[in-house]
């Protein structure tokens, strides 16, 4: 077990706009940082980050916490993962029992997939590295294709000896069970129930997940033998998606992340090559077609694109029907060619990296214009051609969702078609009613892409979701209340020199709490003051419950920040709730209480009219008309202490 003392370490050498900020673009907003959200699929950001608070929060999603709550919640790590992550990150030395030593299999599947495939990589390093078999095959082809050692170590590319067993047999002595060598394609099964290596005769390429572990391989043979497929790759497994991975992204997301741009090509060598001469914002579809996971991967860090392209005519074209779904997620995309006959890892070879980063500078295009001349090229004169371009160039268009960007497009691309910008708009209202009627949404025709109304941005919480009643949101805001300011001391008339939380706790001792988890919360507090403790908000939202991390991240977090600037701007001055502490907080008892007597009051009324026992009927009245009085009481109270 990880100690709690090495625990309370990471916890205090944890930045979590940093550990997030490697996942997700960050900006700056007031006192929070916003971005788009790493779990949905959104155009607006809805995704906020609280340095001060030490928390996330999804608006979109739901999802919120920790550091180690965010990393548990995008990589499917368990808890001590993303301890050991972050431990990692800010070189925090672990202590850690036999039992739990990594060298063993660990507990769960995926982790045992994990280790499998981590021990391959290092397998193929010495392999390509220490062996002469290697050495003379493997690192010969990869320094010929012009890589350097650094390259070839920084992406731990190694060697699969040309053995039937070499990997399976090292693997099996060293004692990794054959069902995840199996699942993880590195071994393959004989009908006798030996196994055999995958991947032997190739040199492989490790695929890294967005953390830096490694998943899955692709492996390359060197023989020129027809019947001997030219790449094997690594089967779908639990821990590896091909649909949800990009190659290189690991070491590129950085550089995405500080030029605000990635740079797409199609293979492992194109990755290689292109980091190699400087551009390190890099990463590759693997060969499969992209897909809109992977495009979204690409959205958490920068929402701009450029393709690289190899000069195959052929294969541009096949290729520009696919990236349209790039239009569709909201990102800009531009696009390179290169000469015929090159692709991006030829053509840096050729003319060197200087004049690779000049060509890309000069040749680099939007999408939507490249498209145009492209198929204008193709199409020619012939008018039936010509119309049929102009229909597909306008669906690309419509599939923009930002209506500015797609009006200029469509101007500009008027003018390259020579021909009038209202046929292009006609077309275009045409496409997106046919698309609105399909989905059964109310078309909109005069708004080509209708923007969602805006929210009421002072709203210092969230409304309550229409799953949470009125009297849950009470109960809510009586822990919001503890979570906030339940450490700060009392200094009202007549009341002092005592915390709020305490105070708060004795005044609700007659309170019982309907939600749960509330009840729960309210259960540990009381708990904690008993025993001495104050508890404060990071108490609860690194609690080992995760339905009190969720309750505590969900009533610390807001949607909204207000601008600092609000005020010398406007001159509107909105109120706060901590210049009457005092308001705040009676308030969210006595709202509270009020609730409470008013469903007691309910269900007296409904039993006097159910009771014809007229001692029974004086007894419920008795009880009833008490209550009106404590509600009177109540609602006095409320008013003179929340006007004051």
Same mark, same amino acid.
């Given at each position: 077990?990880?100690?709690?003392?090495?625990?309370?370490?990471?916890?205090?050498?944890?930045?979590?706009?940093?550990?997030?900020?490697?996942?997700?673009?960050?900006?700056?907003?007031?006192?929070?940082?916003?971005?788009?959200?790493?779990?949905?699929?959104?155009?607006?950001?809805?995704?906020?980050?609280?340095?001060?608070?030490? %928390?996330?929060?999804?608006?979109?999603?739901?999802?919120?916490?920790?550091?180690?709550?965010?990393?548990?919640?995008?990589?499917? #790590?368990?808890?001590? *993962?993303?301890?050991?992550?972050?431990?990692?990150?800010?070189?925090?030395?672990?202590?850690?029992?036999?039992?739990?030593?990594?060298?063993?299999?660990?507990?769960?599947?995926?982790?045992?997939?994990?280790?499998?495939?981590?021990?391959?990589?290092?397998?193929?390093?010495?392999?390509?590295?220490?062996?002469?078999?290697?050495?003379?095959?493997?690192?010969?082809?990869?320094?010929?294709?012009?890589?350097?050692?650094?390259?070839?170590?920084?992406?731990?590319?190694?060697?699969?000896?040309?053995?039937?067993?070499?990997?399976?047999?090292?693997?099996?002595?060293?004692?990794?069970?054959?069902?995840?060598?199996?699942?993880?394609?590195?071994?393959?099964?004989?009908?006798?129930?030996?196994?055999?290596?995958?991947?032997?005769?190739?040199?492989?390429?490790?695929?890294?997940?967005?953390?830096?572990?490694?998943?899955?391989?692709?492996?390359?043979?060197?023989?020129?033998?027809?019947?001997?497929?030219?790449?094997?790759?690594?089967?779908?497994? *639990?821990?590896?998606?091909?649909?949800?991975?990009?190659?290189?992204?690991?070491?590129?997301?950085?550089?995405?992340?500080?030029?605000?741009?990635?740079?797409?090509?199609?293979?492992?060598?194109?990755?290689?090559?292109?980091?190699?001469?400087?551009?390190?914002?890099?990463?590759?579809?693997?060969?499969?077609?992209?897909?809109?996971?992977?495009?979204?991967?690409?959205?958490?860090?920068?929402?701009?694109?450029?393709?690289?392209?190899?000069?195959?005519?052929?294969?541009?074209?096949?290729?520009?029907?696919?990236?349209?779904?790039?239009?569709?997620?909201?990102?800009?995309?531009?696009?390179?060619?290169?000469?015929?006959?090159?692709?991006?890892?030829?053509?840096?070879? @050729?003319?060197?990296?200087?004049?690779?980063? @000049?060509?890309?500078?000069?040749?680099?295009?939007?999408? %939507?214009?490249?498209?145009?001349?492209?198929?204008?090229?193709?199409?020619?004169?012939?008018?039936?051609?010509?119309?049929?371009?102009?229909?597909?160039?306008?669906?690309?268009?419509?599939?923009?969702?930002?209506?500015?960007?797609?009006?200029?497009?469509?101007?500009?691309?008027?003018?390259?078609?020579?021909?009038?910008?209202?046929?292009?708009?006609?077309?275009?209202?045409?496409?997106?009613?046919?698309?609105?009627?399909?989905?059964?949404?109310?078309?909109?025709?005069?708004?080509?892409?209708?923007?969602?109304?805006? *929210?009421?941005?002072?709203?210092?919480?969230?409304?309550?979701?229409?799953?949470?009643?009125?009297?849950?949101?009470?109960?809510?805001?009586?822990?919001?209340?503890?979570?906030?300011?339940?450490?700060?001391?009392?200094?009202?008339?007549?009341?002092?020199?005592?915390?709020?939380?305490?105070?708060?706790?004795?005044?609700?001792?007659?309170?019982?709490?309907?939600?749960?988890?509330?009840?729960?919360?309210?259960? %540990?507090?009381?708990?904690?003051?008993?025993?001495?403790?104050?508890?404060?908000?990071?108490? #609860?939202?690194?609690?080992?419950?995760?339905?009190?991390?969720?309750?505590?991240?969900?009533?610390?977090?807001?949607?909204?920040?207000?601008?600092?600037?609000?005020?010398?701007?406007?001159?509107?001055?909105?109120?706060?709730?901590?210049?009457?502490?005092?308001?705040?907080?009676?308030?969210?008892?006595?709202?509270?209480?009020?609730?409470?007597?008013?469903?007691?009051?309910?269900?007296?009324?409904? *039993?006097?009219?159910?009771?014809?026992?007229?001692?029974?009927?004086?007894?419920?009245?008795?009880?009833?008309?008490?209550?009106?009085?404590?509600?009177?009481?109540?609602?006095?109270?409320?008013?003179?202490?929340?006007?004051?």
């Amino acid at each position: 077990m990880i100690s709690k003392l090495t625990i309370d370490k990471i916890m205090e050498a944890t930045d979590i706009v940093e550990v997030v900020g490697e996942f997700v673009q960050l900006k700056k907003r007031g006192a929070n940082y916003v971005g788009l959200s790493p779990f949905a699929n959104e155009r607006t950001p809805s995704f906020t980050v609280s340095p001060a608070k030490g %928390i996330f929060k999804d608006f979109s999603s739901g999802k919120g916490g920790s550091a180690v709550t965010f990393l548990m919640e995008l990589e499917k #790590f368990t808890y001590p *993962e993303a301890l050991k992550w972050l431990a990692k990150k800010y070189g925090i030395e672990i202590e850690e029992t036999e039992e739990n030593r990594e060298d063993k299999e660990a507990e769960n599947r995926r982790e045992s997939l994990m280790i499998v495939t981590g021990y391959a990589a290092k397998f193929f390093q010495e392999s390509l590295w220490d062996t002469e078999e290697g050495k003379n095959i493997g690192l010969s082809y990869f320094k010929e294709r012009g890589f350097s050692n650094d390259i070839i170590k920084k992406f731990e590319l190694g060697y699969s000896p040309d053995q039937w067993e070499a990997f399976s047999s090292a693997a099996e002595k060293a004692g990794y069970q054959p069902e995840f060598m199996l699942e993880s394609g590195l071994s393959v099964k004989r009908e006798n129930g030996t196994l055999y290596d995958r991947y032997r005769g190739r040199v492989m390429f490790p695929i890294h997940s967005f953390t830096g572990r490694v998943i899955a391989f692709g492996g390359r043979t060197l023989k020129s033998d027809k019947n001997v497929p030219k790449y094997v790759n690594s089967p779908e497994s *639990e821990i590896y998606h091909k649909s949800n991975v990009l190659y290189g992204l690991f070491f590129a997301k950085k550089a995405i992340r500080d030029f605000d741009n990635c740079y797409l090509v199609e293979g492992y060598a194109d990755v290689l090559s292109v980091f190699q001469a400087g551009i390190e914002n890099v990463v590759a579809s693997s060969g499969t077609s992209l897909t809109v996971e992977q495009i979204r991967l690409i959205g958490r860090l920068t929402k701009n694109i450029t393709i690289l392209y190899d000069g195959d005519a052929a294969g541009i074209k096949a290729s520009l029907r696919g990236l349209d779904l790039i239009l569709e997620e909201g990102l800009n995309v531009k696009v390179v060619s290169f000469p015929d006959g090159h692709d991006p890892d030829s053509y840096v070879r @050729q003319v060197g990296s200087t004049a690779f980063k @000049q060509h890309i500078e000069q040749n680099r295009q939007d999408f %939507i214009l490249y498209k145009t001349n492209i198929l204008l090229k193709d199409a020619g004169t012939d008018p039936i051609r010509r119309a049929e371009v102009i229909r597909e160039v306008v669906e690309s268009i419509a599939k923009i969702p930002d209506s500015i960007k797609a009006s200029v497009f469509i101007r500009e691309c008027s003018h390259q078609m020579q021909i009038e910008e209202r046929v292009l708009l006609t077309e275009l209202n045409k496409m997106r009613l046919n698309k609105s009627k399909k989905k059964g949404e109310q078309p909109e025709p005069s708004n080509f892409f209708p923007e969602q109304p805006p *929210e009421d941005l002072f709203a210092d919480n969230p409304a309550p979701a229409n799953n949470i009643s009125k009297a849950l949101y009470k109960e809510r805001e009586v822990v919001r209340v503890l979570l906030l300011y339940g450490n700060r001391m009392i200094d009202w008339d007549g009341i002092a020199n005592t915390y709020i939380g305490p105070f708060m706790i004795a005044e609700m001792s007659d309170v019982t709490f309907e939600e749960p988890v509330c009840k729960q919360f309210v259960d %540990i507090y009381r708990e904690q003051v008993e025993n001495g403790v104050l508890p404060e908000d990071q108490f #609860f939202i690194h609690h080992e419950d995760k339905q009190i991390v969720d309750l505590a991240v969900d009533l610390l977090s807001t949607k909204y920040a207000l601008s600092e600037n609000w005020y010398d701007m406007h001159h509107i001055l909105v109120s706060d709730e901590q210049q009457n502490m005092r308001g705040t907080v009676l308030g969210a008892i006595f709202h509270l209480k009020m609730q409470k007597v008013g469903k007691m009051l309910e269900e007296l009324r409904k *039993e006097l009219q159910e009771t014809t026992v007229p001692e029974d009927q004086e007894i419920l009245m008795t009880r009833y008309m008490h209550l009106k009085k404590v509600e009177k009481h109540i609602s006095d109270y409320l008013g003179s202490v929340i006007i004051k």
